[in-house]
C-alpha cells in the first residue's frame, strides 16, 4: 500500500508564503508524475501544478503561475510546493497525488492513482 503525507499547511496572513511537502511510503512504486490540487469549500477540486519526472517539466494552472512553484525529487517520490503571495481565495485544502501511468493529462484528477489525505492553508485577509 502506497501514502502520501502533506505537510506544511497553516494559517497565514495575506502576502505570505508557505512550503507544502509530501512524501511517499509503503510499497516501492514508480510515479511518472506528481501533482498538486486543491479543493474549496463548495468547489470542486482543481489541479495547481504537476511535475513530470521525465524532462523535469512543470505544468501550473493560471491562476497560480508566477506564485507557486512545485518542485521534487523522483528517487523519492516527494513533492514540494512553494507558494508565495497568498491571497484568501488561495484558503482550501491542498492534496498531493501521485500518476503511476505514462498517459493521460497531469492536470486531470482521475489520471492520478494515489492522493494524500489532505492540508488545510488557511489565508486571512
Known amino acids: 500500500q502506497v501514502q502520501l503525507v502533506e505537510s506544511g499547511g497553516g494559517l497565514v496572513q495575506a502576502g505570505a508564503s508557505l512550503r507544502l511537502s509530501c512524501a511517499a511510503s509503503?510499497?516501492?512504486?514508480?510515479?511518472?508524475?506528481m501533482g498538486w490540487f486543491r479543493q474549496a469549500p463548495g468547489k470542486e477540486r482543481e489541479f495547481l501544478a504537476g511535475?513530470?519526472?521525465?524532462?523535469?517539466?512543470?505544468y501550473y494552472t493560471d491562476s497560480v503561475k508566477g506564485r507557486f512553484t512545485v518542485s521534487g525529487d523522483n528517487a523519492k517520490n516527494t513533492v514540494y510546493l512553494q507558494m508565495n503571495s497568498l491571497k484568501p481565495e488561495d484558503t482550501a485544502v491542498y492534496y498531493c497525488?501521485?500518476?503511476?501511468?505514462?498517459?493521460?493529462?497531469?492536470?486531470?484528477?482521475?489520471?492520478?492513482?494515489?492522493w494524500g489525505q489532505g492540508t488545510q492553508v488557511t489565508v486571512s485577509s
Open positions: 497525488a501521485a500518476k503511476a501511468r505514462p498517459y493521460g493529462s497531469i492536470s486531470y484528477a482521475p489520471n492520478y492513482d494515489y
Open positions: 511535475i513530470r519526472w521525465s524532462g523535469s517539466y512543470t
Open positions: 509503503g510499497r516501492t512504486f514508480s510515479s511518472n508524475a
